[in-house]
Nanobody, 113 residues
Framework: QVRLVESGGGLVQPGGSLRLSCAAS????????MGWYRQAPGKQRELVAR???????NYADSVKGRFTISRDNAKNTIYLQMNTLKPEDTAVYYC???????WGQGTQVTVSS
């Protein structure tokens, strides 16, 4: 069964850093385009960052220069390194396999002093 498990969320002060992980139980991970999304209370889920099978990346304007998405195909895992965190980054962060509609359970990120 295809399964995604996010981890690494928590409470951090503004300006701090956090690294999220998403472990994927898929046999063809290296050929998959992956993404990180987030959803804050009362808001729609939005794309934060995307990484293709070849390693190309793109980011939402709100996180450019602060967040970095990466992948480790040997571990079937993608990461989201989040630096210079702002209160506006507070949300549940989800991992996604593009074109499948498969999501993880999400991990809470709270940025507050």
């Amino acid at each position: 069964q295809v399964r995604l498990v996010e981890s690494g969320g928590g409470l951090v002060q503004p300006g701090g850093s956090l690294r999220l992980s998403c472990a994927a139980s898929v046999s063809d991970f290296s050929s998959r385009h992956m993404g990180w999304y987030r959803q804050a209370p009362g808001k729609q889920r939005e794309l934060v960052a995307r990484i293709t099978s070849s390693g190309s990346t793109n980011y939402a304007d709100s996180v450019k220069g602060r967040f970095t998405i990466s992948r480790d195909n040997a571990k079937n895992t993608i990461y989201l390194q989040m630096n210079t965190l702002k209160p506006e980054d507070t949300a549940v962060y989800y991992c996604n396999i593009f074109l499948t509609g498969i999501w993880g359970q999400g991990t809470q990120v709270t940025v507050s002093s």
